[in-house]
């Protein structure tokens, strides 16, 4: 008894340690004596080296919405319901990360068939795998050492996967030239994102750097810049023009940075994220003419590529654009573009894979960002084999061609259907405006916060659409992110959700939060 | 024939791009007019954001000899191989890196059926697929959101691989209890030491960041600590001592920093690398009680645990040590230990596979670790995968233990022999000295060089032993590192080789060595 009872005053380790330790080797007595010596340390105890003093304050200044306070409070009810407990709902649907897979979309079948012939080479001999499959796994594995996909890969990447990166560029470019030595294989487009500023950035910098980016962002930017020590130089989309990018807000927001740092940087999101915008052509020639004049470094994270929905839109790379303009730019401005296989019709989210074309970089640069992703090996080689499957699908005279396109019309289909479905759902409840999901996976509605709730939150220590959310999340089980993890103007709320689930569970999942906001609103208006 | 000339003026993009509008749209005079006006750009050149001035100094400092210029050469040379060039040799043998698999080792089948099975589920239904392999991958399966390796795991990973790994240390460490809350996957072991590394440096502390690194290291260390502007402190191994870590030096290095910085953190390589010493108990014990006393934060580099050859040497985890330290060590030192897919006897480098336990930090520090985790997302969960096979490896009642059990003391038996060897034949060369190769995957000689020899590459500014690097590459193909990359007291010159290689082949390279060293010290000693 008295064992038991010194044992639950101790931490769970040392409980164990104790526990075993009195199994194996010591009597009660003994035992005791250990007990009683551990406890007279309480009184000096050694300090911890690693506080949250003296943690490093860019750490602490780093903040990441998409996986923040609203998500582990999903995590614990998830956790609650699991153990029996029970809530107004039976599951927590998580609408808070573009994590296809998890809200059940299924992996296309040709990209398994050939990491998993990869894998595992004996699938090779068997005439389950289609040759279209088995012919480009055998042609990435030559490129691996030891035609393995255990070996360490070249830095940047496998060869033949730049070289087919390359070609896929080209094609989509319409013949504007790729160059296989400018790609860069990356663990998921954030790595490169982060890879890419910390060329740029020095927190021991002076003048110190500025980074342009949208907002409302997608939060591993203004992440990346905290932790970076840089400064975020803000630029406003145009929430009345579907989130347009307004060429005279750039020219403000870099006037009023130069005031205090030197802007070097512009990032942009195309399609949006979080607000699914698709830029226009000659957006793309303002900011990238932008660019040209004020000497920027243009970063175009352009992971969802192939995720356009809205009849009237189509995706033109910056780099395409760039070309389009001329010489004077297109062998001038600096531009790195990203992509993944996370996003598209894929969703590999998992595999972490992801390339970067590099343009224009000063060689001795170039040499130095070889150096820089040297010193983490390489990325992973399952997601630059899907990488490639990405960039080499099959092709109309393959066997697999029909199965391949038909998986993948039916990802895109579903998920136009679902975001023209989203918009008008949400449109139709008052308090909510929901700009057109023209691409990407998310919708950013506007939801009117009532002043009462706006007041409670501000009592509460937290922003207003955080407290939404909160609420949202404990009483229907829909975990969303507040629009302030993304950033937006102020005294506007948001919340940022996917259009990932499926038809059935995001109309239960709209008429949830269509329910969840007319009694919100009832409640603070106080118009019960 | 004009256009043939412009063209080759400009650079290989342009020349693309010009050639592609030249075919696609445009006659020869255009074609020309567009030329020239391209031509006109050069003497009023947009200047590049990013260049060798403006680059992060931080990233400038970066210095990683693993995957350095040597290697670099190596490349080229291989290159011309390739192109039909001829070479005193007929391959170039890459012995500078870890990376097992391509230097011929096959995987361990179990590990990739796992994988397999978890990329492509349909095999469930294959007869050819082990049972032991079908339910490990259907547990992981059930772990991840979807049951799909394509979904993004939870930061820290994925739970149940969390637990394993947990159960695992727990059995390693003879009933050590070990919490699987306090275990993060990582993307390979070098993802989790920068992690750390980031959480207790801060570029702009006053009081300077001292990290205490053995001499020699491995240079994931001494790059990490040039990005993040801390300051490396080193402690020399004792060479004449197999390369042991005496006390008394750490004492001199600490005392000798705390001058002109505050040291916080102190690594070690255990079994070391380069050095492939494996350290004694009573060492570790002594290191530990010095963190102690010195409040230092321990990061245990433990990625070569399964990779002890020495007959009178044992792994000894710096957990289990300090548990057997008692309570006021156990539960005070801040302790993070890493583990690695790379290396052991699976060498799965590709999968980018690792944990860390992280063991008494601060609660708060663990919530924003996780934080800081969550903007990269997640580890790869192939590589996630990957581990969870080393840690729950077959079990002598399941069928596939024989074959598993043969597979993997095939290997270690092979890399015990080839330590053996290295060591004996090295040490048969005059002027070479190489301490036993106790551990991990290299041998790292000491290697006499004429003073006319270090003349000559001081005059060609370059380290003598890059000289005789360079010089041993040129000649036999045999891709080795400069001592110099990895640190080294002044005045004495090394090498790292692995002992990858084949049986065969590592004669063969060995035999090489010896003949160039001899033929090294008689060119430069005048003795011919």
């Given at each position: 008894?008295?064992?038991?009872?010194c044992?639950?005053?101790?931490?769970?380790?040392?409980?164990?340690?104790?526990?075993?330790?009195?199994q194996?080797?010591?009597?009660?007595?003994?035992?005791?004596?250990?007990?009683?010596?551990?406890?007279?340390?309480?009184?000096?105890?050694?300090?911890?080296?690693?506080?949250?003093?003296?943690?490093?304050?860019?750490?602490?200044?780093?903040?990441?919405?998409?996986?923040?306070?609203?998500?582990?409070?999903?995590?614990?009810?998830?956790?609650?319901?699991?153990?029996?407990?029970?809530?107004?709902?039976?599951e927590?649907?998580?609408?808070?990360?573009g994590?296809?897979?998890?809200?059940?979309?299924?992996?296309?079948?040709f990209l398994r068939?050939v990491?998993?012939?990869?894998?595992?080479p004996?699938?090779?001999?068997?005439?389950?795998?289609p040759?279209d499959?088995?012919?480009?796994?055998?042609?990435?594995?030559?490129?691996?050492?030891g035609?393995?996909l255990?070996?360490?890969?070249?830095?940047?990447?496998?060869e033949?996967?730049?070289?087919?990166?390359?070609?896929?560029?080209?094609?989509?470019d319409?013949?504007?030239?790729?160059?296989?030595?400018?790609?860069?294989?990356?663990?998921?487009?954030s790595d490169?994102i982060?890879?890419?500023?910390?060329?740029?950035?020095?927190?021991?910098?002076?003048?110190?750097?500025?980074?342009?980016?949208?907002?409302?962002?997608?939060?591993?930017?203004?992440?990346?810049i905290?932790e970076?020590?840089?400064?975020?130089?803000?630029?406003y989309?145009?929430?009345?023009?579907?989130?347009?990018?307004?060429?005279?807000?750039?020219?403000?927001?870099?006037?009023?940075?130069?005031?205090?740092?030197q802007?070097r940087?512009?990032?942009?999101?195309n399609?949006?994220?979080?607000?699914?915008?698709v830029?226009?052509k000659?957006?793309?020639?303002?900011?990238?003419?932008?660019?040209y004049e004020?000497?920027?470094f243009?970063?175009?994270d352009?992971?969802?590529?192939?995720?356009?929905?809205?009849?009237?839109?189509?995706?033109?790379?910056?780099?395409?654009?760039?070309?389009?303009?001329g010489?004077?730019?297109?062998?001038?401005?600096?531009l790195?573009?990203?992509?993944?296989?996370?996003?598209?019709?894929?969703?590999?989210c998992?595999f972490?894979?992801?390339?970067?074309e590099?343009?224009?970089?000063?060689?001795?640069?170039?040499?130095?960002?070889?150096?820089?992703?040297?010193?983490?090996?390489c990325?992973?080689?399952?997601?630059?084999?899907?990488m490639?499957?990405?960039?080499?699908?099959?092709?109309?005279?393959e066997?697999?061609?029909?199965?391949f396109?038909?998986?993948?019309?039916?990802?895109?289909?579903?998920?136009?259907?679902?975001?023209?479905?989203?918009?008008q759902?949400?449109?139709?409840?008052?308090?909510?405006?929901?700009?057109?999901?023209?691409?990407?996976?998310?919708?950013f509605?506007?939801?009117f916060?009532?002043?009462?709730?706006?007041?409670?939150?501000?009592?509460l220590?937290?922003?207003?659409?955080?407290?939404?959310?909160?609420?949202?999340?404990?009483?229907?089980?829909i975990?969303?992110?507040?629009?302030?993890?993304?950033?937006?103007?102020?005294?506007?709320?948001?919340?940022?959700?996917?259009i990932?689930?499926?038809?059935?569970?995001?109309?239960?999942?709209?008429?949830?939060?269509r329910?969840?906001?007319?009694?919100?609103?009832?409640?603070?208006?106080?118009?019960?």
């Amino acid at each position: 008894m008295l064992v038991r009872k010194c044992v639950r005053t101790l931490d769970y380790n040392c409980n164990l340690y104790y526990l075993f330790l009195y199994q194996k080797h010591y009597n009660e007595k003994n035992f005791l004596t250990l007990i009683s010596s551990a406890g007279r340390l309480d009184g000096k105890m050694r300090e911890k080296t690693l506080t949250m003093d003296t943690l490093n304050p860019q750490v602490k200044a780093v903040e990441y919405a998409v996986r923040g306070p609203i998500v582990l409070k999903a995590g614990e009810i998830e956790r609650y319901l699991e153990e029996g407990g029970t809530k107004p709902f039976s599951e927590v649907i998580k609408a808070n990360i573009g994590d296809a897979h998890a809200m059940g979309q299924q992996p296309i079948t040709f990209l398994r068939q050939v990491v998993a012939l990869c894998t595992f080479p004996e699938l090779m001999d068997s005439p389950s795998f289609p040759e279209d499959a088995k012919w480009r796994a055998r042609r990435i594995l030559q490129g691996c050492g030891g035609h393995s996909l255990g070996s360490y890969s070249a830095s940047p990447g496998v060869e033949c996967i730049r070289k087919d990166i390359a070609a896929y560029i080209e094609q989509r470019d319409e013949g504007v030239p790729s160059d296989w030595e400018n790609i860069y294989l990356t663990t998921g487009a954030s790595d490169g994102i982060m890879t890419i500023l910390r060329l740029l950035v020095s927190g021991k910098d002076s003048s110190r750097t500025g980074v342009m980016i949208p907002i409302p962002q997608y939060p591993l930017y203004s992440a990346a810049i905290s932790e970076m020590d840089a400064v975020q130089v803000n630029y406003y989309l145009d929430e009345d023009n579907c989130w347009a990018l307004d060429i005279n807000e750039l020219h403000r927001a870099y006037q009023a940075a130069k005031q205090h740092c030197q802007p070097r940087v512009i990032c942009i999101i195309n399609p949006g994220n979080p607000t699914g915008q698709v830029q226009s052509k000659k957006c793309i020639e303002e900011v990238l003419h932008f660019a040209y004049e004020e000497n920027l470094f243009v970063m175009s994270d352009e992971v969802y590529q192939d995720n356009v929905y809205a009849p009237d839109c189509q995706f033109h790379s910056f780099k395409k654009v760039l070309y389009e303009m001329g010489p004077e730019y297109f062998s001038s401005v600096e531009l790195v573009s990203f992509h993944s296989t996370s996003k598209g019709y894929t969703g590999e989210c998992g595999f972490r894979g992801g390339y970067m074309e590099v343009i224009n970089m000063d060689p001795e640069v170039k040499a130095q960002l070889v150096k820089l992703l040297s010193v983490r090996l390489c990325p992973p080689l399952a997601g630059q084999a899907a990488m490639d499957v990405i960039v080499n699908p099959p092709q109309p005279e393959e066997h697999t061609f029909k199965q391949f396109h038909q998986e993948k019309s039916s990802v895109l289909g579903a998920l136009a259907e679902k975001a023209k479905l989203t918009e008008q759902i949400l449109n139709a409840v008052p308090g909510i405006k929901c700009n057109p999901v023209q691409g990407a996976m998310y919708a950013f509605p506007r939801i009117f916060i009532p002043p009462k709730a706006v007041e409670e939150a501000k009592a509460l220590g937290m922003q207003p659409d955080m407290l939404y959310c909160l609420r949202l999340l404990e009483e229907t089980g829909i975990c969303v992110v507040p629009g302030s993890g993304f950033g937006q103007k102020d005294r506007t709320y948001h919340f940022r959700m996917t259009i990932l689930p499926s038809i059935e569970k995001l109309n239960v999942l709209l008429g949830k939060v269509r329910d969840f906001h007319i009694s919100f609103l009832k409640e603070y208006s106080g118009l019960e």
